[in-house]
């Protein structure tokens, strides 16, 4: 059976891990971790915005009508009564 862990013993000064741990959590804390997803969420939005106006206007067909007669002297007297 293995033996329980020990219990790390509590150092006056922090190390490297545990400042770069607290300077990460620090990020999200407050306001700032409540607003960060919020602002990304809205510049996707209005990216996609962007793209599917653009493509839309790209994706319009255009018609075009022309006009021309047809002789029957041509074409035969029966096909075209």
Do not use: H
């Amino acid at each position: 059976m293995p033996e329980p862990a020990k219990p790390r013993p509590i150092a006056a000064e922090p190390d490297a891990r545990t400042v770069k741990r607290t300077r990460a959590e620090a990020r999200f804390k407050g306001l700032t971790g409540n607003r960060r997803p919020l602002l990304l969420a809205a510049d996707a939005c209005d990216l996609l915005t962007t793209i599917i106006s653009r493509v839309q206007g790209a994706c319009q067909m255009t018609f075009l009508t022309l006009t021309f007669s047809c002789l029957r002297k041509k074409f035969g007297q029966n096909r075209y009564p």
